[in-house]
Nanobody
Framework: QVQLVESGGGLVQPGGSLRLSCAASGSRFSNYIMGWYRQAPGKERELVAGTTRGGGTNYADSVKGRFTISRDNAKNTVYLQMNSLKPEDTAVYYC?????????WGQGTQVTVSS
């Protein structure tokens, strides 16, 4: 069982920045495939960014050049640095860990971009 705890969400003005963190339990974090997803009201959950065990990354087209995913295996933590935020980035952001064929989700953190 992998437990995930997100933090760092909040209210920010358009053009602002936030950094989300996701702390994972377990001793094999370096083997987890990690991802950030988001779900806006009335919409399906979508992948925002992902990082592989080897450190490779991928991003949704809508966030390329603005968001950066990174991981610190020593701290069992994955981050999502979000810059140049737009109102359409408003959503609940979820962290996901994939390991040995199972997916684990955090409880989510709200990000609201509004003036």
């Amino acid at each position: 069982q992998v437990q995930l705890v997100e933090s760092g969400g909040g209210l920010v003005q358009p053009g602002g920045s936030l950094r989300l963190s996701c702390a994972a339990s377990g001793s094999r974090f370096s083997n987890y495939i990690m991802g950030w997803y988001r779900q806006a009201p009335g919409k399906e959950r979508e992948l925002v960014a992902g990082t592989t065990r080897g450190g490779g990354t991928n991003y949704a087209d809508s966030v390329k050049g603005r968001f950066t995913i990174s991981r610190d295996n020593a701290k069992n933590t994955v981050y999502l640095q979000m810059n140049s935020l737009k109102p359409e980035d408003t959503a609940v952001y979820y962290c996901k860990a994939s390991y040995l064929g199972y997916d684990y989700w955090g409880q989510g953190t709200q990000v609201t971009v509004s003036s």
